[in-house]
Structure formats: C-alpha cells, structure tokens
C-alpha cells in the first residue's frame, strides 16, 4: 500500500505562484504514473495534470494548459505541480493520486489508485 501526502497549499493572491508536492511512503512512485486533481466547494473533483512514470509523458485539463506544469523527483518518491498566475477559479483542495494510466486527450483513468488526504488551494483578489 502507498500513502500519498500533499503540500504547499495556501491562501494567495491572484496572479501569485505555488508549488504544490505530492510525496509517496510506504511504496515508491517508480513506475507508476501520477495524477493531481482537485474539487472546488459545491463541484465535482476534476482532472488537472498527470505524470507518467519517466516524466516524459504530462497530460494537462485544457483549463489549465500554459499555467500548470507538472514535474516529478523519482529519487526523491515526489510529483510536484507548479501554478503559476493563479486565478480565483483554481481555488479548491488539490489532491495527488496513484497509479493511473494515462489516456490521449482524456483524463487518466483513476480506478486503481490511491489517494492522499489534499492540500487546500485558496485564491483572493
């Protein structure tokens, strides 16, 4: 079994830039692909970005293409998720999941994974 604990999360600014980390113990990341998602107050959980296991292979939501890139430290058991010009509407709990397997154009399917408690996004004018 694999826990997975997200960090970085925050009150920010609009415009503002964070980093959020998803870090892995109990089994590593190394060869599985990993998603971040997140759900804002009263919506559903969506898809934003995934990682496969290499690095080479990222997925973006196209809500968030150009502002979000999504980076991984095998060495270090971490995925990472840079969000730059932040937007009131990124405002939600960002949550990690793994393994999932990536689609094209599609958001990974997440039926196997696990999943970590969250890190709080609050984004004010």
């Known amino acids: 079994q694999v826990q997975l604990v997200e960090s970085g999360g925050g009150l920010v600014q609009a415009g503002d830039s964070l980093r959020l980390s998803c870090a892995a113990s109990g089994r590593t990341f190394s060869g599985n692909a990993v998603g971040w998602f997140r759900q804002a107050p009263g919506k559903e959980r969506e898809f934003v970005a995934a990682?496969?296991?290499?690095?080479?292979?990222?997925n973006y939501a196209d809500s968030v293409k150009g502002r979000f890139t999504i980076s991984r430290d095998n060495a270090k058991n971490e995925v990472y998720l840079q969000i730059d010009s932040l937007k009131i509407d990124d405002t939600a709990v960002y949550y990690c999941?793994?393994?999932?397997?990536?689609?094209?154009?599609?958001?990974?399917?997440?039926?196997?994974?696990?999943w970590g408690q969250g890190t709080q996004v609050t984004v004010s004018s």
């Open positions: 999941a793994s393994p999932v397997y990536l689609r094209t154009n599609r958001p990974p399917v997440v039926s196997e994974a696990y």
């Open positions: 990682i496969g296991w290499s690095g080479r292979t990222t």
